[in-house]
């Protein structure tokens, strides 16, 4: 089975982020997309976090039942800041997929991926994959593969201030995180 990692906060989980692991997906030939959420990002402080347990709860609602798609809490369970190299460890270890997994990252991240714990043992246990997001030219110094994924001008922080102002935001996310958001009161501010 080849695997495809896709890290990060999800706060919340969009379908921005569904949609890209799908193409991403269907673009490099893996079988399953693995979703890692963050317990504390080392690259991104943000106050409006409902905590890595809410946010987990958000993904795998998002996901349920879909078989194409994996919820890997092993970051939220190791705790302390979240490394991608110690991520795709566990991964490698856990499912054992065909081959080196797939690491997908947005282009807004290879200006600082230099600064990541250990970049070039992050390209040793993964095939780099680079996902538009701006849109914007970019220099990366680390063997990758381009993505030729759709831009969907969606982000978890519009989504939560859309939420706390009380804009509509329904249609942004899946509809169980539509219901899991609105029976927990989250992002509202008081």
């Known amino acids: 089975m080849r695997l495809l990692v896709l890290g990060g906060t999800f706060n919340p989980p969009h379908i ?11 673009e490099f030939g893996y079988d399953r997309v693995v979703l890692v ?29 879909d078989p194409a798609i994996i919820v890997n809490a092993c970051e939220i ?6 490394y991608t190299v110690d991520t795709l460890d566990r991964i490698v270890e856990e ?14 991240l290879v200006a600082g991926f230099g600064a990541w714990r250990n970049p070039s043992a992050i390209c040793e246990r993964a095939d780099l994959i680079v996902a538009r997001r701006s849109g914007e030219p970019f220099d ?18 519009d989504i939560r201030a859309r939420i706390a102002s009380g804009r509509p935001w329904r249609r942004l996310v899946p509809a169980a995180v539509y219901r899991y958001i609105d029976e927990r009161g989250i992002y509202v501010e008081a």
Not at 39 to 65: C, Q, T, W, Y
Not at 77 to 82: A, D, H, I, P, T
């Open 16 to 26: 921005g982020h569904l949609m890209l692991a799908e193409e991403l997906a269907a």
């Open 37 to 65: 959420p963050s317990f504390i990002p080392p690259h991104k402080a943000n106050a409006d976090d409902p905590g890595p347990s809410v946010r987990l709860g958000m993904v795998e609602a998002a996901v349920e039942g």
């Open 77 to 82: 369970e190791r705790g302390g800041l979240s």
């Open 95 to 108: 499912y054992s997929p065909e081959g080196k997994p797939g690491l997908a990252i947005g282009d807004d």
């Open 140 to 157: 990366m110094a680390y063997p990758y593969r381009a993505a030729h994924n759709m831009l969907l001008p969606i982000s978890s922080t």
